[in-house]
């Protein structure tokens, strides 16, 4: 064997056969994005220190926002709770000092979808609230370190994804970016709605397909484009994750229009969220009743469905997180709960924070009644499988990493959501918002293309698992730093990639 095929076989094994680690380390890791939030939100709220925007500004942003996640994977993995207080103890300090009073600035520039273009006009039905955008940019950003990071020994391989059975943070990261896209995607959704209710009419099957393609040819070329590069570039690749030919950007180019076509099924489902639930019982009767199980743990690959099962009827498990997650984004993205409601801002964050709540609470429950093994099902999560124990546990802990951040939106900016016209709005969603993570949630699937693309060019010109520590770092930090001033580019240019 030559040196080059040993390599590729220890690269393969190095990410093979692995068990995970549990889901309260996982916890303790992710929740250092929100405590690093907190921290950016109190020097924002109480010091404007990112206003302007300074070289200085964005190291601290970078620091905050990118830093804290990369440190939490790497080197804080065994102690993520102290890197939480590391930041919490700074936060504390700087909200008892004083106010300082805002400086004269240029206002930053925000993604003309984002907000509305129409001056101190009316304000509009939906808006794209602060939370939102930041945890999508922080799932964003969590998911671009992994895909690098998991290549180097400093990254402790129960966070890298769990052969069968188990739990890991890239299992996790996986489910959060599909369970990220259904958020947005309900926002045609309920513009349909309010055009529907304006005209009387509903927008007709065919019509949402052909629309739904628009965003999936993209992304199913982007998955041919892959699957020949790693192919044809002899790259390391772990057969079992989704196949032999498969990749997560077919599973992501064919939910759109398996989406569109469900969407009619609400005439009969009362929500997205039982149609998810729907979806995942009805997979996860099958593989408990029938010989699916067995076929896609232990079939031999003797044709194309046998050699890419996994991607196949993982799919479905998928279809019901992306549609859990459209039915999130129903209550999260609208400017009123109930839609027609006249309460007043105070009341409407109140019930927004308490909507997210009780779902978070439900969706918890029912991920412990299928995994607890003395009053549930005792059932073991399988991101290969994406059966229902993953779909729960994937859609429980993104609710809460949302109400998470909505709550440091309503404690440290409530003038966003006090906002009387589109005008002043715009402007509080810039203070409210850290710039790189609107970047990064503004051009998402772009950057996390050229974040795999950089993932690849480091495996192929440099041996990662011969890295010390401190090359590690070195290279991680490099790679983040490139990823994000691409990011900062195309927002600062005003240029949005949709795929």
Not at 264 to 287: D, E, I, K, N
Not at 358 to 369: G, P, R
Not at 384 to 412: E, G, H, S
Not at 438 to 454: E, H, P
């Amino acid at each position: 064997m030559s040196d080059a095929a040993a390599y590729k076989k220890l690269k393969e094994d190095f990410v093979s056969n692995l068990s995970g680690g549990s889901v309260a380390e996982i916890n303790y890791v992710t929740s250092v994005a929100a405590v690093s939030c907190i921290l950016w939100a109190i020097l924002q709220a109480r010091q404007s220190f990112f206003e302007p925007y300074t070289i200085l500004s964005f190291g601290v942003d970078f620091l905050l926002n990118i830093g804290a996640i990369l440190l939490s994977t790497t080197l804080y993995a065994n102690s993520p709770l102290l890197l939480s207080l590391f930041l919490i103890l700074p936060a504390v300090v700087i909200f008892t000092l004083p106010r300082n009073s805002v400086r004269p600035r240029k206002k930053a520039k925000v993604p003309p979808n984002a907000l509305s273009k129409s001056g101190s006009g009316q304000l509009s039905v939906l808006s794209t609230k602060p939370f939102l955008t930041t945890y999508r940019g922080s799932m964003m950003i969590i998911t671009c370190v992994a895909i690098l990071a998991v290549d180097f020994r400093l990254f402790p391989r129960r966070f890298a994804k769990a052969e069968t059975w188990g739990t890991s943070l890239m299992d996790l990261g996986v489910g959060s970016f599909v369970f990220s896209g259904g958020v947005v995607a309900a926002r045609p959704v309920l513009k349909e709605r309010v055009v529907g209710r304006t005209t009387g009419r509903a927008t007709p099957l065919l019509h949402r397909i052909i629309y739904s393609m628009r965003h999936s040819i993209p992304l199913l070329v982007l998955g041919i484009i892959r699957l020949l590069s790693v192919k044809g570039l002899d790259y390391a690749e772990h057969v079992t994750e989704y196949g032999v030919h498969w990749n997560f950007f077919f599973t992501l180019g064919l939910l759109p229009p398996f989406v569109a076509f469900f969407q009619t099924a609400l005439r009969l489902v009362p929500s997205f969220a039982a149609l998810s639930l729907v979806v995942g019982l009805a997979y996860q009767v099958l593989l408990e009743t029938t010989q699916l199980k067995a076929y896609i743990l232990t079939a031999p690959r003797t044709d194309l469905i046998s050699m890419n099962r996994e991607g196949i009827f993982s799919f479905f498990g998928y279809l019901a997180i992306f549609l859990a997650g459209q039915d999130t984004g129903m209550y999260a993205i609208p400017r009123n709960i109930p839609p027609r409601s006249t309460a007043n801002p105070g009341a409407q964050r109140n019930t927004l924070l308490m909507t997210m709540a009780v779902w978070a609470s439900f969706w918890t429950a029912l991920y412990l009644i299928s995994t607890n093994y003395s009053y549930g099902f005792g059932l073991s999560v399988s991101r290969r499988l994406a059966n229902l124990p993953y779909v729960l546990w994937v859609v429980a802990f993104n609710v809460w990493q949302l109400f998470a951040f909505c709550l440091v939106d309503t404690v440290f900016f409530p003038a966003f959501y006090n906002a009387a016209d589109a005008k002043t709005e715009k402007e509080a969603y810039g203070k409210a918002t850290s710039r790189i993570m609107r970047a990064y949630n503004r051009n998402g699937l772009a950057v996390f293309l050229i974040a795999n693309m950089l993932t690849g060019l480091v495996n192929l010109t440099f041996r990662t698992l011969e890295a010390t520590p401190v090359t590690t770092i070195a290279i991680l930090v490099g790679y983040m730093v490139t990823i994000t001033a691409v990011a900062l580019g195309l927002d600062i240019y005003d240029i949005s990639i949709k795929l």
